[in-house]
């Protein structure tokens, strides 16, 4: 019983950090048709000034509950400057080619940033867990929970609902919806396509300095997280089905439940069980769970 | 004259729409047959059936008295049954050349893949060489297909069917979207070709021109029936035919 | 004769004479460019086929264990049965994987492969027989009977050995790319229906070429393992095979000898960009294939066919 409990809390957390990583790399997609390697390079930048910035917020002696606010400002700082940056800078060049060129525009990307981070932070680790412990933590039938990962989950509920919100109910979300669906005919249209390729860039890649601007303090913030993050980022959005919001969020439901239940029950099993779940989802709907061919991709 | 093609109850449904309806078509061995119809009609899905790229819901398909029904295009397409496609199907980074090289070296060598592929180009030169100057691509012969006026496409896609050696060709619209001036040109030089190979040909088409100048039969379809079958002149003054197809156009 | 079928040899020919006389780290570089390129030589075959796999260094990965487990297992280390573990390996795994990535395309086709390579490297992480993410060395004590470690050239002939194999697979290759059936691989990328109506099937080619390709990076893999001495499971990571794409992108794949040249421009780069600049060699690599995405779409070798393209292809 316990352990069960334990599964399902383990997996729920887990959930939500995969849903974070993985809503922003969806929505590139859905969007641009670009599966974006280079978000696994966001992620770290985000951790990366998130740990740097709070930490001097913390060293500096201001009240510590501020470093949350902190770290929110880290990711929004890490995806205006470097979505636009991205986008008007390169990607907009390579708009019409290949979806496979893009994903190699997009490791080159990851390449050279990843470099861009060493030569920034170094290679020696950095540590914040002060916001990790701040929040305190509860107990469940004997099992401590710290209370930050109340935060994760609340984050990724509160993205993915306002992801849809915005999607559904504003104007500007179904112009979007109607660029997922054809941007040439969203084009003919007179809608201007690029400058939502330009916000939906900029939101996916806050969205991915957010993922590792909420694990920062969970972890050693070091060189390699992004590549380690990519992939099971790939993993969520490929069996969801790519460019599918709910798709992600029911992906990273099953996933996140999968490997929860192999750490507990075969721990030596831990990561094979999460791209098993991502083999056997693309042999048995190749498109993942929530196909492009249906209506709503998003 | 033996029956090349017979079609038994052929049906087949998308959703509300019968594409095809109870059809039972015979095609005779060096035949030109005329299929008409309005859009809609069922004559591409007729075709898809034929070759394998659409299962018949319910109905039976033979191909010289062997059942083909439900086998794939490739299984079909070997036994002799070629077709040419409404937007042609070539190779478009390939030069007109290449396109029949491939053609060539597929139709030539099935059992013997590991060959060179420059040797069976040799062995098969004249097979090329003909179809080149038949169609008269010879001009052309070092295009790449993407650059090719439509007309030209149509023909290099119709002549990698005829370098197979077909028994059977389907053709689907192989003079829509090519000029009036030249369509007559692009039929003569197809049905000469076709007719020195003694091939039985089903050839969709909207234009009554080149049904009457080169069909001795036709089919109509309407909302996936036969309607009409018969000598294309009796065929073309059906009141039915003339009601429901022809309508203004004529 | 053929003009690329004569280069390979001269070139095989060229590097089993200077390698005795080469540098011990040239030799190292030079042994580590021809398994890459013999891994990109399927990479290139693929991309014929119109599909990239992100997840090749599976079969990289399951080569050098293949060759390295020989000996812990079954108490075996000859060379040459090495050679043969991988390739049996490679073709009982590819040929069984194949049977569902031939249906898949694009962008699906490089996310099972990657899930798949990453199943491998989930799998050999966390297993201790095998060193874990440590992994193991692996020597080849012999070589066609002949003791290696007595030998004083031992190093040497391995080295031969592999410059014999990359020779051969690259030959190989050629030759299939120019009979019917390789030719078919470039239609299958530009048009899959008219193949299939011209009577030839689009899915056994794809496996076909698929195993070929398995079977390729295998035998990289294993020569790599005998060379460098060591395996981790860092070789099915989706890093490793990002690099096999990157080489494939730069090398082009109009040619075979392509990918020998793509290799020896990135482990050329990498070695030397690690040594004077170990934290902007990945910078370096990411810019290199940016440059080549946009002015050489083709790849390094289109410079190349530019130059001699009035001469035979």
New interface residues.
């Given amino acids: 019983m316990i352990s069960f409990l334990a599964i399902l809390i383990d997996g729920l957390i887990y959930s939500s950090w995969l849903f974070i990583i993985a809503a922003g790399l969806t929505l590139i997609y859905g969007v641009m048709k670009i599966l974006n390697i280079a978000h696994g390079s966001l992620y770290a930048l985000g951790a990366y000034t998130a740990a740097s910035l709070s930490g001097l917020w913390l060293s500096m002696g201001f009240a510590p509950i501020g470093s949350f606010v902190i770290m929110l400002l880290s990711a929004i700082l890490v995806g205006i400057i470097l979505g636009p940056i991205i986008e008007r800078g390169l990607l907009r060049f390579m708009y019409g080619r290949d979806e496979i060129v893009l994903v190699l525009v997009t490791y080159a990307l990851f390449l050279i940033l990843e470099d861009v981070i060493k030569l920034i932070w170094g290679v020696n680790p950095y540590y914040l867990y002060q916001p990790y412990a701040l929040l305190g933590s509860f107990e469940i039938l004997g099992l401590t929970y710290p209370n930050y990962n109340f935060l994760l989950l609340g984050s990724a509920v509160f993205t993915g609902l306002s992801l849809t919100w915005f999607l559904q109910k504003t104007q500007q979300g179904k112009i979007l919806i109607a660029v997922i669906h054809d941007s040439e005919i969203a084009a003919a249209q007179g809608i201007n396509v690029e400058k939502f390729y330009l916000i939906t860039f900029t939101l996916g890649a806050t969205l991915a300095a957010l993922g590792g601007v909420l694990t920062a303090p969970m972890i050693s913030v070091q060189p390699g997280i992004g590549a380690e993050t990519i992939v099971l980022a790939f993993a969520v959005v490929v069996v969801g089905g790519l460019g599918s919001l709910p798709g992600a969020a029911l992906a990273a439901l099953v996933i996140g439940l999968v490997r929860a239940g192999t750490v507990h029950i075969i721990p030596e099993l831990d990561l094979f069980s999460v791209y098993l779940v991502m083999a056997t989802v693309l042999i048995f709907r190749p498109k993942g769970l929530f196909s492009s061919q249906e209506e709503r991709k998003i | 004259m033996t029956a090349v093609l017979r079609t038994k109850n052929l049906l087949k449904n998308f959703g509300a729409v019968k594409a095809a309806d109870n059809l039972n078509i015979t095609l005779e061995s060096d035949t030109t047959v005329g299929l008409i119809g309005s859009n809609g009609a069922g004559k591409t899905t007729f075709l898809n059936m034929v070759t394998g790229y659409l299962t018949p819901d319910h109905g039976t398909i033979y191909f010289e008295n062997e059942n083909i029904t439900g086998k794939s295009p490739r299984d079909i397409t070997r036994r002799g049954v070629y077709r040419s496609f409404q937007i042609p199907q070539v190779f478009n980074t390939m030069t007109v050349k290449e396109n029949l090289e491939i053609s060539v070296s597929i139709g030539m060598n099935q059992p013997n893949y590991t060959k060179h592929i420059d040797e069976t180009v040799n062995n098969e030169s004249s097979i090329i060489k003909n179809s080149l100057q038949k169609f008269k691509l010879e001009e052309y012969q070092e295009k790449v297909a993407s650059q090719l006026p439509e007309g030209t496409r149509k023909l290099l896609d119709i002549s990698m069917a005829l370098v197979m050696k077909p028994k059977l060709l389907l053709l689907d619209e192989p003079t829509s979207g090519v000029s009036a001036e030249e369509k007559f040109n692009i039929m003569d030089m197809v049905m000469n070709a076709v007719r020195s190979e003694k091939i039985a040909v089903l050839f969709v088409e909207h234009d009554m021109e080149i049904i009457k100048r080169y069909t001795d039969r036709t089919l109509a379809f309407f909302n996936g029936r036969v309607i009409a079958d018969g000598l294309t002149n009796e065929v073309l003054n059906q009141e039915n035919v003339i009601e429901n197809i022809l309508g203004s156009s004529i | 004769m053929d003009r690329t079928l004569a280069f390979i040899s001269i070139g095989a020919v060229t590097l089993i004479l200077s390698g005795y006389a080469m540098p011990q780290w040239a030799v190292f570089l030079t042994t580590v460019s021809l398994c890459y390129g013999t891994v990109v030589l399927g990479m290139i075959l693929l991309v014929r086929t119109g599909l ?1 796999s ?1 997840g090749h260094g599976l079969y990289f990965c399951l080569g050098a264990y293949a060759a390295g487990t020989l000996k812990p297992f079954f108490g075996l280390s000859e060379l040459v049965f090495m050679l043969i573990a991988a390739i049996l390996v490679t073709t009982i795994t590819s040929f069984a994987l194949g049977f ?1 990535l031939r ?2 395309r ?3 086709f ?3 492969s ?3 390579s ?2 491998l ?3 050999l ?3 201790t027989e095998l060193g874990s993410t440590d992994g193991f060395n692996v020597t080849a004590e012999t070589a066609f009977g002949i003791a290696l470690s007595e030998l004083e050239y031992g190093r040497y002939l391995i080295f031969v050995i592999t410059v014999g194999t990359s020779w051969l697979c690259c030959t190989l290759l050629h ?1 299939y790319l ?7 691989a ?2 299958i ?3 899959e ?9 689009v899915n056994n080619i794809i496996h076909i070429n698929y195993v070929i390709s398995a079977v390729l990076a295998g035998l990289g893999g294993a020569l790599m393992s005998i060379s460098i001495g060591h395996i981790d499971p860092e070789m099915s990571y ?2 490793t095979s ?1 690099e096999f ?2 080489i494939t ?1 730069m090398s082009g794949s109009s040619s075979v000898i392509a990918p020998f040249l793509g290799a020896a421009v990135f482990t050329s780069i990498r070695s030397f960009a690690y040594e004077y600049s170990p ?5 370096l ?3 290199t ?2 440059v080549i ?2 002015f050489l ?1 083709e790849g390094l070798w289109s410079l190349f066919s530019k130059i001699k393209k009035k001469g035979s292809p």
């Fill in positions: 990239v992100f569902l249906k898949y694009d962008i699906f490089a996310m099972l990657l899930a798949f990453m199943i490297y989930g799998l992480s966390k297993s030759l120019l009979s019917n059936k390789g030719k078919l470039e239609a990328r530009d048009n229906l008219r193949v299939e109506y011209l009577g030839a099937s989706w890093t990002g794409v990157f992108i934290d902007t060699w990945q910078l690599l990411g810019v294939m940016l995405i946009v779409p």
